[in-house]
């Protein structure tokens, strides 16, 4: 069965350092979403892609942030200088028909910042 | 006020109890989302809504647009049944989480 895969599973970082995210959606998948959920705290939307471009972002969001689909088929987060609040589990999603369809996750890509 | 509210936010029943977890939400949306994360962490998405009810082996999902309001429903409960349970509506390409229903089904 089609999956999204993410890598990698557990990163540890220090403060300030660059992070990069890949999540490989399913291949049919059009719609892209990154997720992120703090430790305890509830599950938040980060951004979701279409069409190579950025559909929709939340306040989270913000210019340290950034995704790119470089070849077609990897879809990718980067952090440019982390933060401590940056620690979370990020989630990677994809769907074939963008808000009525059905959500397919990665395993997600545990996060620490030092 | 939270946008998306799930009640309760804890329950602990018997193996083979129904169970039923209630979602509302106060926003315009073209979906609703119910979802299972378990304790690793990994999510998966359980159903998605637009109208009426859906049923998938032992769980059934309902929503009533104009009450804004849905609820999942589990029958013949089982262990292994246990996770957190969230409910998430989807408008303008983005997703608002619920804060989540963490179940524990006893043996």
């Known amino acids: 069965e089609p999956e999204v895969t993410q890598t990698p599973s557990h990163q540890v970082t220090q403060m300030g350092q660059e992070v990069i995210l890949r999540c490989v959606p399913i291949s049919n998948h059009l719609y892209f979403y990154w997720y992120r959920q703090i430790l305890g705290q509830k599950v938040e939307f980060l951004v979701s892609?279409?069409?190579?471009?950025?559909?929709?972002k939340s306040e989270i969001f913000d210019d340290q942030f950034s995704v790119e689909r470089p070849d077609g088929s990897n879809f990718t987060l980067k952090i440019r200088s982390t933060k401590l609040e940056d620690s979370a589990m990020y989630f990677c999603a994809s769907c074939r028909t963008g808000n009525t369809g059905e959500l397919f996750f990665g395993e997600g890509s545990r996060l620490t910042v030092l | 006020k939270n946008e998306v509210e799930q009640s309760p936010q804890n329950l602990t029943a018997q193996e083979g109890e129904f169970i039923t977890i209630n979602c509302s939400y106060s926003?315009?949306?073209?979906?609703l989302h119910w979802l299972q994360q378990h304790p690793g962490g990994g999510i998966v998405s359980l159903f998605m809504l637009s109208s009426g009810k859906k049923k998938h082996g032992r769980l059934i999902a309902t929503i009533n647009i104009q009450e804004k309001h849905s609820s999942l429903h589990i029958t013949a409960s089982h262990p292994r049944d246990s996770a957190v349970y969230i409910c998430a509506v989807g408008s303008n390409y983005q997703l608002i989480w619920g804060a989540g229903t963490k179940l524990i089904i006893k043996p």
């Open positions: 892609f279409y069409n190579n471009e950025i559909s929709e």
């Open positions: 926003v315009g949306i073209s979906a």
